[in-house]
């Protein structure tokens, strides 16, 4: 049926109207003039409406579709009260109707509803009842005519209603503001489309998006707005913010007044809660990310206020809360996102040019090609001239220690920083072996100075000012003690351009960021400085001497040791690591008295991980050069006097320690004699901890071993593993142990016999375990998730 008829009335004579539509044009109401305080967003047919939703507090949900009874009165005006009252009125169709954005459409475009009803075509929109008819109908009068739609219930009746007119609202708004003509109009009438959105009594996330969609069309389509105009619109629709984000368009029209003017008023007053919404709820930057970018806009916008970045701290601080825990689980991982792409941004026209530009491996050889260069870039790479080495005395390897050409590039996160050495006969630069991941050697190591290794790179003003300011957010990030856990996690990956790993600027920055990783004492923290998988360098390789944003003389790097080796990395693999990697930093540190240093040492010459016998001379020379590492050495040799006094052939072959024995009893029982043939050993029911574990290692007999009801946990555990590869038989029962520690006994494959009953032990570590451990025959896991 055709619905473009011309002429006809639309009242119905002796009937009653809900009175829940307006009857004033759109545009005619908001171009009269208004009395001043008429700017509150109170006036107009909105007030009526929230008066009416907020009395009868009920809400609904916007139809997109559904079933309803479709009835089509064609009628002149003066006929109208026959035509509601004949037999023709109880003719109705059932329909399913899709509300779409320019009409209603019927899925079955027969009958009443063959052609589509455009809400241009709809003059008004009321809810309707009389004597003697079907209850709960909406009627639509449109020219020459009325469609009535019967609904289930009332409740179905008024959710039908309100998301036609609804609808019909949005297509007129959209109309109007797709032609704008004077922008006084205009803003008014964006003041009326946001109070129409706040009293819909429609609940749906587009009731608050669709108005958003449609002013940020307006503004994509009009480019040439004043300020004024700019900072008029983005309080006018400031309360659709409050819980709504804002969409792409919009953030590109925000991001463009935080740039042109970011000390305006509206970018603390408005921007503040919507960008405070954003890092709170958003879960995903990179499905829109310009979300991202108003943020990193917003920040940058606060840091040129007077106050800077007292300012920006403020509301970071904000951001966390008042007390020790902050409430909202998405906020870090927010700022994050956000300080990560601010920075890649900062060396972005430079990573994008690099097909132009000299790589770092060139410009460190000083091997650019100026003839092949195109003109520089905004941002350059310039190589500072090497400082003139003093004449001083180094130390020199044994005769006996081979002077092979070493590979002289270190691999930091697919950096390649290359080594200049001058030698007597040529001046060469050594290359890479293929693989890319060797180390430079102990002379090299302490040949060199971090100065050589120096790239600097110049930055942008604004460029420069961009990276200060998210630098110093990751470093207030980090002072959070319940936020560093993550932001570790976050940064362990090492998420970074390698053009920021070798900007000193930045690398500098960073460090205090990693300082405060080395300095917590949480396993979670520090645990991050290493890498995350094998083969790939983490903070701690690069922030050692020899790696490419080490700085300093190694404090940093004897700080990330010492934290590592107090927690439960003091085992024969980190040291392994340390000897073949790190070996020459950890002399040198303990050649200027470096305490952690000089234990490393001691440490690496009592679990014997250095085999050559030179290289031991060496370690033993360097000890000896400081009070404190000849003092650490002859503690060391008492040691190993004592540990073949114990491992001497001879003494009991069980024992079994009093209850409440501590570590302290047992050391003292064991450096009181021979204990050579000791191959059972019971500690049940006692106080030892895993700090005995330290005494345990040097049973070299040692088979069966009881912790049961003890405080042996998993520090001791990884100790065991590494020196006790011939314990058969092992009680853990009612220990702290989880499995973090337990994993370590895959190593262990003369186990046959453990007992893990009542033990933080998992169905996933006891599968594993069974699968590592050949011999493994009798297995207690009682009262674990295993069992």
Not at 563 to 587: D, V
Request: charged share 20%; aromatic share 6%.
């Amino acid at each position: 049926m055709d619905f473009n008829g011309s002429g006809g009335g639309n009242e119905l004579h002796n009937n009653q109207f809900y009175p829940f539509e307006e009857s004033k044009p759109l545009l005619g109401e908001m171009s009269a003039p208004q009395p001043e305080g008429n700017n509150n967003h109170k006036a107009g047919p909105c007030s009526k409406r929230s008066l009416l939703h907020s009395s009868s507090g009920m809400r609904y949900k916007l139809l997109q579709e559904g079933d309803i009874q479709v009835c089509v009165v064609k009628h002149p005006r003066t006929f109208l009260s026959k035509i509601l009252t004949s037999k023709f009125l109880r003719r109705w169709e059932p329909h399913h109707l899709t509300l779409t954005d320019s009409s209603l459409v019927s899925a079955t475009p027969t009958g009443y509803m063959e052609a589509p009803l455009s809400y241009s075509t709809i003059e008004d929109l009321q809810l309707l009842s009389w004597d003697n008819a079907p209850k709960y109908c909406v009627q639509l009068s449109f020219p020459g005519g009325t469609v009535l739609l019967q609904a289930a219930n009332s409740y179905l009746r008024d959710q039908w209603f309100h998301s036609i007119q609804w609808k019909k609202k949005i297509y007129k708004y959209r109309k109007v503001l797709n032609n704008p003509s004077r922008w006084d109009v205009v803003l008014k009438e964006i003041r009326a489309l946001v109070d129409m959105a706040l009293t819909s009594p429609l609940q749906d996330e587009s009731i608050h998006q669709a108005p958003l969609h449609i002013i940020s069309t307006l503004l994509a389509e009009n480019t040439n707005l004043s300020a004024q105009d700019h900072e008029n619109i983005i309080v006018a629709i400031a309360p659709l913010l409050e819980n709504n984000h804002p969409p792409p368009d919009l953030c590109e029209f925000f991001c463009k007044h935080c740039r042109e003017r970011p000390r305006s008023m509206v970018v603390i007053e408005v921007f503040t809660p919507v960008v405070q919404r954003i890092l709170k709820h958003n879960m995903d930057f990179g499905k829109c990310p310009r979300l991202r970018l108003f943020t990193q806009e917003y920040i940058l916008a606060l840091n040129e206020l007077n106050a800077g970045m007292e300012v920006v701290k403020k509301f970071i601080h904000s951001m966390h809360g008042p007390t020790g825990q902050c409430p909202h689980p998405r906020v870090l991982p927010n700022l994050v996102a956000v300080c990560l792409a601010a920075i890649y941004s900062c060396y972005e026209e430079f990573i994008n040019s690099r097909d132009n530009s000299p790589s770092l491996k060139e410009i460190r050889n000083g091997c650019q090609q100026q003839s092949e260069r195109k003109p520089p870039m905004p941002l350059r790479l310039l190589r500072p001239e090497p400082p003139t080495p003093p004449l001083t005395t180094t130390l020199s390897p044994p005769p006996a220690l081979p002077l092979s050409p070493p590979p002289s590039i270190v691999n930091s996160s697919e950096i390649l920083v290359e080594l200049e050495r001058n030698n007597n006969t040529t001046n060469t630069l050594r290359k890479a072996p293929a693989e890319g991941d060797s180390e430079p050697n102990l002379i090299d190591c302490l040949l060199v100075s971090p100065a050589l290794n120096a790239l600097s790179i110049q930055l942008p003003a604004h460029a420069d000012r961009v990276l200060g300011c998210f630098a110093l957010i990751l470093k207030m990030l980090s002072d959070y003690d319940d936020w560093r856990p993550a932001l570790a996690s976050l940064l362990q990956p090492i998420p970074f351009p390698k053009e920021a790993l070798a900007h000193a600027k930045f690398t500098k920055e960073l460090k205090y960021v990693i300082q405060r990783f080395a300095e917590d004492p949480r396993q979670e923290v520090h645990s991050c400085l290493l890498s995350v998988r094998s083969g790939k360098d983490g903070w701690f390789q690069l922030y050692s001497p020899g790696g490419v944003a080490c700085d300093d003389d190694g404090e940093l790097f004897a700080s990330m040791v010492h934290i590592l080796m107090g927690s439960c990395y003091k085992t024969k693999k980190f040291l392994l690591s340390l000897a073949e990697n790190k070996l020459g930093p950890c002399m040198l540190l303990a050649l200027r008295g470096n305490q952690t240093m000089v234990e490393i040492l001691c440490l690496m010459l009592e679990y014997n991980i250095i085999e050559n016998k030179d290289t031991q001379l060496q370690i033993i020379s360097t000890l000896e050069s400081t009070q404190v590492g000849l003092r650490m050495y002859e503690q060391l040799c008492d040691r190993q006097r004592e540990l073949k006094e114990l491992q001497r052939k001879g003494g009991p072959t069980r024992l079994t320690l009093p209850s409440k024995s501590t570590d302290a009893d047992l050391a003292r029982l064991l450096s009181s004699g021979s204990f050579g043939n000791l191959e059972n050993l019971s500690l049940a029911f006692t106080n030892v901890t895993s700090a005995c574990a330290e005494q345990l290692i040097k049973l070299p007999s040692l088979k069966q071993l009881n912790l049961w009801s003890t405080q042996f946990g998993d520090a001791g555990l990884r100790l065991l593993s590494e020196h006790l590869a011939c314990l058969q038989v092992l009680n853990l029962c009612e220990t702290p142990v989880t499995d973090a520690g337990l994993l370590s006994l895959s190593s262990m494959k003369s186990l046959c016999s453990l007992n893990m009953n009542s033990t933080k032990l998992t169905a996933d570590t006891y599968e594993d375990l069974k699968a590592k451990l050949p011999n493994l025959k009798e297995v207690d896991v009682r009262y674990t998730e295993a069992w």
